[in-house]
Structure formats: structure tokens, C-alpha cells
């Protein structure tokens, strides 16, 4: 199965947004294969499929496949004649209030942001969908504005309808509100030297009892959630600077380079310089 790397087509965006310029024959698309970015697939003529664990969803003319980030899937048509749209961003790029970067990465790594792949076939939600698409497709002054603004419309009118669930939410369980304050901790010192004996003390908690109620809250140890955080922000250093493999280690706050980069290889299946190399540069 393999990691695809989703390549940005529009300029100062981590956002691929198209439209098939012809209808295509029936059979395979994609092969089986997962990355970063939710996906949308609007249809505008014919039928599109995408499969998932062994699952056909097929969407028709006016609605829009939706399949969410890091859910392994392929994609095909079921018959002649299908036209289809394609757009794809990552959700983290999206999130940017003081909650939501608190929580971020509690909801990327529980995954708990809706179903893997729905059918949407809400015609505002085909509209917003294919706003975005006409905006890349025309490419009139200030377009990566007006999709940037319709992304954030799209995502709007998916919490508005329980599609997905925001920082906000997930703030709300009892569990997280105790916790919020290390999780904020963590995001603003995990270059640090920081440990759960230092985290739990600055919380006030008993140990044991921080590594309870911080499992339940996040759905992982203290360490594996320390650890995530970390890769993340090296997962950005590794696209947006040219520091070193040694340097990127050190400044996300891992001193083995090899520690790092077996943990890097557990969420990426593969080495940091490899996803260097195949991830895109955004146009700035």
C-alpha cells in the first residue's frame, strides 16, 4: 500500500483542488493507498467509487465522495463516462484557535473526526465543494483567497452538521478539561526536557493518577503522546527547512537520532530524508 504524496496545485496553499477535463472509462482510478489530506470527490457526471476495507461507496451525478485523513482506500468507476472533481488539504493546516492547537493533536491521533468515508449528498454541500474546484479551475485575481474562504466555509458547514468534530467538542469532556493545561504544555515545550514526572507535578497530579486520566483523555500513554507531538512538528521542519536530519531531531527535542528516526518510520513507514525527498515544497 503506499503513502501518497499529495502534490499542492495551488500557489501559497498545501491544497490540490481539480476537475476531470473529460469523462473516463470504467475501471480503476487509484490503487490502494492513504495520506494526510481529507479527500472530496465531487461527481458531475456518471458514478465514482472508493473502497475501503473491502467496502464499495459509490456516489452518483450531485454528490460528493468524502473520505477522511490517513483511512487507506482506492478509487474506481464503476461505468463509462464519469466525471469527477478532486479536492484535497490537511485539516491541522485549518485549525488555528487556542483550543484547537491545544487539542490538535488529541484529535489526529485518536481520529476521532467522523466517519472514515461518507456519501455527501447535501446539494450546499456539492456547492461548496465545487466552489473551490471553479476558483482553481478559473483562476481569476485572488483566487487562492476565495478558496482558502471556501475551504473554511466547507469545513464550517461539515461541524454545522455533526460531520466532523472540532477542539471545541472534544474540550468539553470532563477528562480533557483536566488535562488541557499539559497538553498545552507539551505543545509549547516539547523541544524541552520535559517528562511526565515534570508535566504531572506542574498539573499538581499524582503521577498515576495523570497517567490515568491522561490515557482516557487522549487514548495514549504519556511518552507515545509526547512523541507524536514531536514527529509532527518535525514533519514540518523536514518540508519547510533545509536543517539536517541531526538538527530537526534535536530541535523537536529527541537527542538519538536513531530514536528518532524509528519513531518517525512507526507513523510514516518510512525514514525522515525519504519523506524529505517526497514530500512537495509549497509555493510561497
Known amino acids: 500500500m503506499k503513502n501518497e504524496t499529495v502534490r499542492a496545485n495551488v500557489p501559497k496553499t498545501r491544497v490540490h483542488a ?9 475501471g480503476p482510478v487509484a490503487a490502494l493507498h492513504f495520506h494526510d489530506e481529507m479527500e472530496f470527490l465531487p461527481v458531475y457526471e456518471g458514478k465514482f467509487c472508493c473502497t475501503v476495507d473491502g467496502v464499495d461507496y459509490v456516489a452518483e451525478k450531485g454528490e460528493v465522495i468524502f473520505i477522511n485523513s490517513g483511512i487507506p482506500h482506492a478509487t474506481s468507476n464503476p461505468e463509462d463516462g464519469t466525471r469527477n472533481g478532486l479536492l484535497q488539504f490537511r485539516l491541522k493546516d485549518y485549525l488555528d484557535t487556542e483550543i484547537e492547537r491545544a487539542v490538535r493533536y488529541s484529535v489526529k491521533f485518536r481520529s476521532i473526526i467522523g466517519e472514515p468515508v461518507l456519501i455527501l449528498k447535501d446539494p450546499e454541500l456539492f456547492s461548496a465543494v465545487n466552489g473551490i474546484l471553479d ?10 483567497m476565495f478558496i482558502k474562504a471556501g475551504i473554511f466555509r466547507l469545513l464550517g458547514e ?5 460531520i466532523l468534530s472540532d477542539g471545541e467538542e472534544l474540550y468539553q469532556k470532563k477528562e480533557v478539561q483536566k488535562i488541557l493545561p499539559a497538553l498545552s504544555f507539551i505543545n509549547e515545550n516539547y523541544a524541552g526536557d520535559i517528562d511526565l514526572e515534570t508535566v504531572s507535578t506542574y498539573l499538581g497530579f499524582n503521577p498515576c493518577y495523570f497517567c490515568r486520566i491522561f490515557k482516557t483523555a487522549t487514548g495514549a500513554t504519556f511518552t507515545e503522546y ?5 514527529i509532527c512538528k518535525a514533519e514540518k521542519l523536514l518540508v ?28 510514516h513507514s518510512c525514514a525522515p530524508s525519504s519523506y524529505r525527498t517526497a514530500q512537495y515544497q509549497p509555493n510561497m
Open 18 to 26: 481539480s476537475k476531470s477535463a473529460s469523462p473516463k472509462t470504467a
Open 158 to 162: 461539515l461541524y454545522r452538521r455533526g
Open 226 to 230: 509526547l512523541n507524536f507531538v514531536r
Open 135 to 144: 476558483e482553481a479551475e478559473e483562476k481569476a485575481v485572488g483566487y487562492e
Open 240 to 267: 519547510e527547512t533545509q536543517d539536517s536530519v541531526f538538527e530537526i531531531s534535536a530541535a523537536v527535542g529527541i537527542s538519538s537520532v536513531s530514536y528518532f528516526n524509528r519513531i518517525f518510520n512507526k507513523y
